[in-house]
């Protein structure tokens, strides 16, 4: 008896004790999901919940500083909550101190702000991905480029917004993720990942500088998806960098070299160099090899070198103009240095499209504008750009005149032309006065490299001049305002056209006509309301310069140099068209250091422009 009282004791504290633990382990429960160490017994809030009723306690919120993609995402969010029937406001993010962000306000948050939320949620993004979450007050929706983050702003309205359900309750945690594809998985530099890099410039970075760290920047991103950040010195951390220096220490201006050094990789070049040396460093990235890379720079002073070719052997011995003759249909090759260049016996070479020579010739009819010589490496051959303005562009081999390439754009105008290294054609239309048809158009090619009729273009008011510049890599349009800039990425079957940021400038009404010095490194002669110099290295415009007070004169329509440093202008003075006309002036420095005026009349002609017939 008494050893059954002892066992009925020992059950009797055994099932104390599991009481016992069992209510602490409910007090430890409640504790996790009292708010504030509360006891009242309050459910931590797994989702966040928007109504008719709360929805104006939430505030769409961007970066401060965002592209303009970003922006337009902000804004189409808005506007489909506004669908719903849900007024939201829109602000940036901006804040005075890093403490006065402000952590528990109801906020959408798009792009990468300087939220908490935006920061964690963006970290290890490439730029073609996105990522959409919640907590109970935010929604969060960035991408790792602001297109990415426009994608995710339409998932976020297609999925959650389209049948315009004022009511939205979403699960806290991530939402919707999205990968983008990417050539490469990742790019190495000094046996490191791109990814860990940033790239360094100047505090007071001019244009080129700015433009060749885009260079670098967006090419890594196409190829891989890695954003690299481009900051200032004074911003420089203590991660490998990537930096951008001008420097005339022991270089000469067609210089540049790489350096390695603790950190990372100097690049030191002069303002001619600069973007060529930029270009250089990621060119191992444009091979059609799938997966890893590696940039691996030579590490040494390096001479740009720019492409050369000689006249055509027809040429020899010759100095060539192209003239475009409307009066007569064609375009005329002649002899500057003939005993009478005027006459019959300068001719060198002329040329009409027509069915001989493989074209329709329509739209050429007697308003050919433009005329340029080219070589082209990818065809092997020479060739001739030309254009009319009511609406022919074409390339032909240049000295049999046979079609490479045709379209027209009839109405539209176009005024200059030019040949790409890529193979591409680059044409300004000025719309012949109607301000809906002035646009740079860039054609492309097909598949198979041939090319096309299919173009992006880009408005430019009166667009009259385009020139494709080899040293900078780039590609110049003068409109009736402004001298502009293009960087052409992608590939010849899906080109990419950007205007450069910083690039030109505004000029006085009336652009007409834009060619490079071949004598003055970085100088560019355009016409206006008059003559005047452009300074590309410095993105000014330069008025004053040598024999202006001579050379000077309205309505010009062509203003160019040759390789001897004459300067040849043709200015309108009514001569069968308002346009054209039968007069052109040659300037030429005497040895007094002068220039004189020579005038050539053709008296059975009337051009428009009169080209030097050069490869430059």
């Not at 209510?23 to 009242?40: F, I, P």
């Not at 297609?158 to 790019?187: M, Q």
């Not at 950190?263 to 930029?278: N, Q, W």
């Not at 007409?512 to 002669?525: E, M």
Request: charged letters at 25%; a negative charge; one cysteine or more.
């Amino acid at each position: 008896m008494k050893r059954y009282k002892i066992i009925s004791l020992l059950v009797l504290l055994v099932i104390c004790l599991c009481l016992v633990a069992s209510c602490r382990n409910d007090s430890v429960n409640n504790e996790s999901t009292t708010a504030s160490g509360s006891s009242d017994e309050i459910t931590e809030k797994t989702s966040i919940n928007l109504t008719k009723e709360n929805i104006s306690s939430f505030t769409i919120v961007r970066p401060e500083k965002c592209d303009s993609a970003t922006v337009s995402a902000a804004s189409s969010l808005k506007l489909a909550f506004g669908e719903c029937g849900l007024d939201i406001k829109i602000k940036d993010d901006w804040a005075r101190k890093e403490e006065d962000v402000p952590t528990d306000t109801n906020e959408i948050l798009i792009g990468i702000t300087n939220r908490s939320e935006s920061q964690e949620y963006s970290s290890g993004l490439k730029c073609d991905d996105y990522v959409i979450a919640a907590t109970p007050s935010r929604i969060i929706i960035l991408g790792g480029s602001g297109s990415a983050t426009q994608n995710a702003v339409e998932f976020f309205i297609k999925k959650y917004l389209s049948d315009n359900d004022p009511a939205l309750t979403l699960d806290v945690g991530i939402i919707s993720t999205h990968a983008g594809e990417y050539k490469r998985s990742d790019i190495t530099l000094f046996d490191k990942s791109i990814s860990e890099y940033e790239i360094v410039i100047p505090n007071n970075a001019d244009a080129i500088t700015k433009h060749a760290a885009n260079i670098i920047a967006d090419k890594i991103r196409e190829e891989s998806g890695h954003v690299i950040n481009i900051i200032n010195e004074k911003n420089a951390s203590s991660i490998p960098h990537i930096r951008l220096l001008y420097s005339s220490d022991n270089l000469s201006d067609d210089e540049y070299s790489f350096e390695k050094d603790e950190s990372g990789l100097t690049v030191r070049a002069g303002k001619r160099t600069l973007l060529y040396a930029s270009r250089e460093l990621i060119s191992s990235l444009s091979n059609e090899n799938q997966g890893n890379a590696s940039i691996t720079p030579e590490l040494k002073v390096k001479k740009m070198s720019l492409p050369s070719y000689p006249l055509h052997s027809s040429l020899d011995g010759k100095t060539p103009v192209a003239m475009c003759d409307q009066l007569n249909k064609k375009a005329v090759i002649f002899d500057l240095d003939a005993k009478d260049p005027t006459s019959k016996d300068a001719v060198i070479w002329e040329w009409v499209p027509n069915g001989s020579n493989g074209f329709s010739g329509a739209g050429f009819n007697y308003q050919i504008d433009d005329i340029k010589l080219r070589y082209s490496e990818i065809l092997n051959t020479y060739i001739i750009c030309v254009s009319s303005s009511g609406g022919f562009m074409g390339i032909a081999e240049y000295p049999s005149g046979r079609k490479i390439w045709e379209t027209n754009a009839s109405g539209y105008g176009p005024h200059s032309i030019d040949y790409l290294p890529s193979g591409l054609v680059a044409c300004a239309l000025s719309g012949n006065g109607n301000t809906e048809k002035n646009e740079i158009r860039l054609y492309y090619t097909d598949k198979n490299g041939n090319l096309s009729s299919k173009y992006i273009s880009d408005e430019l008011v009166s667009a009259h001049g385009v020139h494709w510049d080899n040293e900078f890599g780039v590609l110049w349009a003068l409109g009736g305002n402004e001298i502009v800039a293009y960087e052409i990425s992608g590939s010849p079957e899906k080109p990419v056209m950007t205007r450069i940021e910083g690039f030109g400038g505004k000029i006085s009404a009336g652009g007409h006509d834009l060619s490079a010095d071949p004598n003055q490194n970085g100088i560019f002669w355009f016409s206006n309301s008059s003559v005047n110099h452009f300074n590309k290295y410095e993105n000014k415009v330069i008025s004053n310069f040598d024999g202006r007070n001579v050379i000077n004169a309205k309505s010009v329509k062509c203003i160019c140099v040759l390789p001897d440093g004459r300067i040849l202008r043709t200015a309108a003075t009514n001569v069968f068209k308002s346009h054209n006309t039968d007069t052109l002036a040659v300037f030429t420095k005497n040895e007094s250091g002068t220039f004189v005026k020579t005038e050539y009349v053709f008296s059975d002609r009337a051009f428009y422009k009169a080209r030097a017939f050069y490869l430059h």
